[in-house]
């Protein structure tokens, strides 16, 4: 479950990035083509989405967050190591 605060961030960021985005895309949610529609509310619910994942990864460097953002799977901790014999992946005993 995540702190009170990690909330308060969550809401807080999803609420300025939906008050933006509602003032310039109004239009869209309001159309009365049920495609345009849905792409908006679409919008929204990413939004929210990137509200929570930035919230929730103030741990994180900024190229992990995008990562996490854009649902790239993390790399493994020895991903890219490469052991005393140059090979890559884990390292052999």
């Known amino acids: 479950m995540a702190k009170d605060d990690t909330i308060e961030n969550r809401v807080y ?3 300025s990035l939906a ?3 509602i003032s310039a895309a109004s239009e869209l ?5 049920e495609a ?3 792409r908006a509310m679409r919008v929204l ?3 929210a989405y990137l509200s929570c ?14 990562q996490r953002a854009l649902g790239a799977p993390e790399p493994s ?3 890219g190591d490469e052991d005393d014999k140059g090979r890559k992946g884990k390292k052999h005993k």
């Open 13 to 15: 960021l999803f609420e």
């Open 19 to 21: 008050s933006s985005y």
């Open 29 to 33: 949610l309001s159309s009365e083509d």
């Open 36 to 38: 345009v529609r849905s």
């Open 45 to 47: 619910a990413d939004l």
């Open 53 to 66: 994942v930035v919230s929730d990864t103030g741990h994180l460097t900024a190229e992990q967050v995008r």
């Open 77 to 79: 901790p020895t991903e």
